[in-house]
């Protein structure tokens, strides 16, 4: 049926107060005129007074409907018998349909019948429920030229939400049309304003009802980019309200982003764009998904700190995102603000990476920048050199003609990218080649080293220095100072150190020094945290690769001082269950020297870290265990641990030697310090059962465990032994045969230690925190275990 055409009749009306719709303001369009008095008896005239009932005085809530079934009736007729046929009981027949609200009409998936043709909302005149009597039931009423819609639903409730999501589409439409290459402008703001006014006032509770006014007015900002700065700020103050709870756009965000760059002193940035970033921190889920929502809270930031008080005012902020307590209520603030600190960071050297090729790689840097002519023809040639200077054409007789330059003094190289500088100076120290081959990998120099290798250059070797231009300067300082920020709260840095844990950064920003030196304030502060969850980040994420610990070591880029940060980090993992041979073989291995230098020096940490060695044989070359102990014996302190170190190794021997019991039963509640007692009293060489059971022995009595080298049962029932001790027993306690863990706090942590006791028989886990997969793992690495108890676990 064509809906457009009049079919002999005109536009439905019952008097003079049922105007069209079209002639109405569109921000007149929420509200119905009211019928004068003496008119209150017209029953078509009730019609409208009724709707301003429905959403206004009920309160009801509604989702917008975009498909849905419906009983359908069209009726054409001229107006003066109008009120005749509605309010006949012979009405004519109603079709079923399935009709969609699309973005422009109202569409049957059966186009037949009444519906064949779609319903344009530009062609709906009049849209009402009828509540007069006689009418029909939960009935809508659509007037369109020559004729009338009648819309059916079951209940009340589904026809008035039909009701709303009509008009809602219908003003949509409207607005949509209104505000397409608009002529001018102070009528596009009032109808901006009156669309912000119909979002907020609808019934409907959907979240396309404030985003499609937000999308409409970011298509229109899009197509019209020449609005002066008021104009800029009069739509920003007039949509402020649809942001309280809902996301811009990304149109709309280019447009925020816009105006915090031009305008970043604007009373809009705080007043009206702060909630809104606030928001965005609290609850987006992925910056991934929505990039420009992150670039857009990147500028906010950089607004704030171009204000007068600067990055007092980002203080602030950051401070009213973690709001007054100890502990932050949004649990997303965090993980957004770093990722929008990366973004950030990472910009700043963004034109760098992007001309990686046209400058010295790391590689070429760790190898001396080796010359054009010696690499391997796959390598692009990523060095540009200044051209030689060209020589005099004759040169004066008295003077002598100087010779060529040496090839192992090249002038020193500067790579420019843009505004971005990289000096590298070589030295021409001979010793140079074999420092490389000291610092080179297993693989050999054609192996592509990792991120820390690469920065491991020695300072006698080459400096690299980067000058950032003054913008990306001042963006460097200023999301630097945030992560130094966020590291001052207790309850956010185990995150943030979580998050920081595999290096986020380019190795440009980790080669250049201002940037290493801004951040090791938070590397300080992840040092001096004594929960583990937090200093063991400092570590490699995993075997292989290096972390913070690697870099801010000496030799390490990062390394701006004599090894302070380094002995820090080294004490508060020493202190921690980190306490292995692993974790010395590692020092020694890589990390020797600057632990003989700092103790030299009288470092505490140091001294301790080279007691260690050597009593754990860490060291077997004797020439150096000879100069750690002349380091040793250098300093008072040193000293002092050495001859202690040597009485316990005397003792040890002497227990050894003497021999002594080979079972022992400790007393229940025997402590920690009542085992060192008994154990220093006498021999115990021969020590090969021992039982601690029901005593209120901790993984502390673990350092005396591991002086019995002939033990080979162990039963710790009922303890308080945990899983640093476990781990230091798997590592000294190779021969141990039976152990008893039944009721003790042992978790996976823990337990998964025991893979390396190749020599356990009998394992008994009987009420521990033991998980299924855990003890498949010990299963499959302990060929000789034959009784193990796992009841009253999850394994069981």
């Known amino acids: ?46 019609g409208p007074g009724r709707r ?50 699309t973005d422009c009409s109202l569409a049957s998936a059966t186009p037949t019948g009444y519906m064949e043709t779609s319903l344009s909302y530009s062609s709906i005149e009049e849209l009402q429920p009828l509540t007069w009597d006689n009418a029909p039931k939960y009935c809508l009423q659509l007037s369109f030229p020559g004729g009338t819609v009648l819309l059916q639903a079951a209940n009340s409730y589904l026809r008035d939400q039909w009701f709303h999501s009509l008009q809602w589409k219908k003003k949509i439409y409207k607005y949509r049309k209104v505000l397409t290459k608009p002529s001018r402008w102070e009528v596009v703001l009032k109808e901006i304003r009156a669309l912000v006014d119909l979002a907020l006032t609808s019934p409907l509770q959907d979240d396309s009802i404030h985003q499609a006014p937000l999308h409409i007015i970011s298509t229109l900002l899009a197509e019209n980019s020449n609005l002066s700065a008021q104009e800029h700020e009069n ?62 809270t990147q500028e906010y930031i950089l607004a704030l700190n171009e204000l007068n008080a600067g990055m007092e005012v980002v203080k602030k902020f950051i401070h009213s995102m973690h709001g007054p307590t100890g502990q932050c209520p949004h649990p997303r603030v965090l993980p957004n603000l770093v990722a929008v600190c990366l973004a950030a960071i990472y910009s700043c050297y963004e034109e760098f990476i992007n001309s990686r090729d046209n400058s010295p790689s790391l590689k070429e840097i760790r190898n001396g920048c080796q010359q054009q002519s010696d690499r391997k023809p796959p390598m692009p040639l990523r060095l540009l050199r200044p051209d030689p200077p060209t020589p005099p054409p004759s040169a004066p007789p008295s003077l002598p003609v100087s010779p060529p330059p040496l090839p192992l003094s090249p002038p020193p190289t500067i790579v420019n990218s843009s505004e971005i500088l990289v000096e ?29 290798d690469c920065l491991l250059v020695s300072p006698a070797l080459s400096s690299l220095s980067i000058q950032l231009p003054a913008q990306a300067d001042r963006v460097l300082g200023c999301f630097a100072l945030i992560l130094k920020m966020l590291s001052d709260y207790d309850d956010w840095r185990p995150a943030l150190a979580s ?17 290493t030196k801004e951040l090791k304030y938070v590397i300080q502060r992840f040092a001096e945290d004594p929960r583990q969850e937090v200093h ?52 020694a291995e890589n990390k020797l020297g600057p632990c003989m230098l700092l103790a030299l020096r009288a470092n505490q940490t ?57 079972r022992l039963t400790l007393p229940s509640k025997s402590t920690d310090a009542d085992l060192a007692r ?70 996976d942590a823990g337990l998964l230690a025991l893979s390396s006791m190749k020599s356990l028989c009998s394992l008994n886990m009987n009420s521990t925190k033991l998980s299924a997969d855990t003890y498949e793992d010990l299963k499959a690495k302990l060929p000789n275990l034959k009784e193990v108890d796992v009841r009253y676990t999850e394994a069981w």
């Open 1 to 46: 049926m064509d809906f457009n055409s009049n079919g002999g009749g005109s536009e439905l009306h019952n008097n003079q107060y049922h105007q069209s719709e079209e002639s109405k303001p569109l921000l007149g369009e929420m509200s119905t005129p009211t019928p004068p008095e003496g008119n209150n008896n017209n029953k078509m005239g009730a």
């Open 52 to 101: 301003t009932l429905l959403h206004s005085s009920s309160g009801m809530r509604y989702k917008l409907l975009q498909e849905g079934d419906i009983q359908v009736c069209v009726v054409k007729h001229p107006r003066t018998f109008l009120s005749k046929i509605l309010t006949s009981k012979f009405l004519r027949r109603w079709e079923p349909h399935h009709l969609t609200l």
């Open 235 to 296: 739509i920003i103050v007039a949509i402020a309200p649809l942001l309280e709870n809902n996301h811009p756009p990304p149109d709309l965000c280019e447009f925020f982003c816009k105006h915090c760059r031009e305008r970043p002193r604007s009373m809009v940035v705080i007043e009206v764009f702060t909630p809104v970033v606030q928001r965005i921190l609290k609850h987006n889920m992925d910056f991934g998904k929505c990039p420009r929502l992150r670039l857009f």
């Open 424 to 452: 590298l100076e070589r030295n021409n120290n001979n010793t140079s080649n074999v420092t490389h081959s000291k610092l080179k990998g297993p693989a050999g120099g054609d192996s592509e080293p990792n991120l820390i």
């Open 499 to 515: 998050l920081l844990q595999p290096i986020p950064f380019p190795k440009e920003a980790l080669a250049h020094g201002k940037f």
């Open 536 to 587: 063991s980040c400092l570590l490699s994420v995993r075997s292989g690769k290096d972390g913070w610990f690697q870099l801010y070591s000496p030799g390490g880029v990062a390394c701006d001082d004599d090894g302070e940060l380094f002995a820090s980090m080294v004490h508060i993992l020493m202190g921690s269950c980190y306490k292995t041979k692993k974790f010395l073989l590692s020092l």
């Open 606 to 662: 140091m001294v301790e870290i080279l007691c260690l060695m050597l009593e754990y044989n860490i060291i077997e070359n004797k020439d150096t265990q000879l100069q750690i102990i002349s380091t040793l014996e250098s300093t008072q302190v040193g000293l002092s641990m050495y001859e202690q170190l040597c009485d316990r190794q005397r003792e040890l021997r002497e227990l050894q030697r003497k021999g002594g019991p080979t």
């Open 678 to 747: 008994l154990l220093s009293s006498g021999s115990f060489g021969n020590l090969e059962n021992l039982s601690l059971a029901f005593t209120n022995v901790t993984s502390a009595c673990a350092e005396q465990l591991i002086k019995l080298p002939s033990l080979k049962q162990l039963n710790l029932w009922s303890t308080q032994f945990g899983d640093a001790g476990l781990r230091l027993l798997s590592e000294h306690l190779a021969c141990l045969q039976v152990l008893n863990l039944c009721e003790t706090p042992v978790t």
